[in-house]
């Protein structure tokens, strides 16, 4: 079975992306694994520092370890949007496939030296255990939080410069790269903004690492299709995951208000969420 690493390089080759959905339930989890499965396409999970909380550090690295194994599937997980070192490393040493040091809110060198410090540690770990750890650094602003806006946050215009990013990604040595080419965290009632991408081909082709598209959420087909033909390898989706599951869940609950097992209130919830992950799976992959 392939390695993260291996699944992102083929990815790049072939000019599709991995895709890369956070959970916080079972219900989740086992949408997005069916729907990647349906495809038989890699797929990664995610877990932010809040969901990690929720679902458990340990207990997010066996549930996926243990599918991973069973069925001998490229199903991986992600430290997504960790602030810290130490945050960082509590992933890697629970066994987590890749972490995410998010450091865009901090100053270029402060970025640059919190960054670091997680891939030397990364790079310790797989010389002495043999596991591959991916991490991944960010730089520019793309907002915050799994939300839905009513307008375009202030500061999303502000991109990354391809110039910065080369300077960043080789004083790092991150194996992944997340710019602000326009896109931004949540869905935009009014309309999220296009994602520029001539700016993503700039970038892509300064850094020569796989670039991560966070903000997938209420993104037009088009942004993914000229995103990843310009150099993303992998996308990010959470929020339209989310608002999928609990519009769903509410309409479960109205249209059952006697119903007490928990797993049959939350079918509708997790089909919609898999019929969500698996048209955004075909996207990615130019699949019909």
Do not use: W
């Amino acid at each position: 079975m392939k390695t993260l690493r291996e699944c992102v390089k083929e990815a790049d080759e072939k000019g599709v992306a991995i895709g890369h959905f956070n959970i916080s339930n079972m219900e989740a989890l086992h949408a997005i694994y069916s729907a990647a499965k349906k495809l038989n396409v890699p797929i990664v999970i995610g877990l932010s520092s809040g969901e990690e909380k929720f679902v458990g550090i340990e207990e997010g690295v066996a549930l996926v370890r243990a599918i991973r194994e069973r069925d001998n599937y490229p199903i991986f997980l992600n430290a997504d949007h960790h602030h810290s070192f130490e945050e960082v490393k509590a992933c890697i040493d629970a066994g987590f496939d890749c972490v995410i040091i998010d450091g865009a809110e901090l100053s270029f060198d402060e970025n640059v030296k919190v960054t670091k410090e997680c891939v030397d540690y990364a790079r310790l770990v797989t010389k002495a255990t043999g596991r591959d750890i991916l991490v991944e650094g960010e730089l520019g602003f793309i907002g915050s939080g799994s939300v839905i806006r009513d307008s375009i946050p202030e500061g999303a215009g502000i991109k990354t410069k391809p110039e910065e990013a080369k300077k960043f990604v080789e004083l790092t040595g991150i194996d992944m790269f997340a710019p602000s080419v326009g896109n931004i965290h949540g869905i935009v009632r009014s309309g999220n903004p296009h994602i520029d991408p001539n700016l993503v081909k700039e970038i892509r082709e300064a850094v020569g690492i796989p670039l991560v598209l966070h903000g997938g959420s209420g993104l037009h087909d088009s942004d993914f299709t000229d995103g990843i033909k310009m150099g993303i390898s992998t996308v990010h989706i959470n929020t339209e995951i989310r608002v999928a599951f609990v519009e769903a869940l509410k309409k479960s609950l109205a249209d059952k208000p006697d119903e007490v097992v928990p797993y049959k209130v939350s079918k509708p919830a997790q089909d919609a969420v898999e019929s969500v992950v698996l048209e955004r799976l075909k996207l990615f992959n130019h699949i019909r």
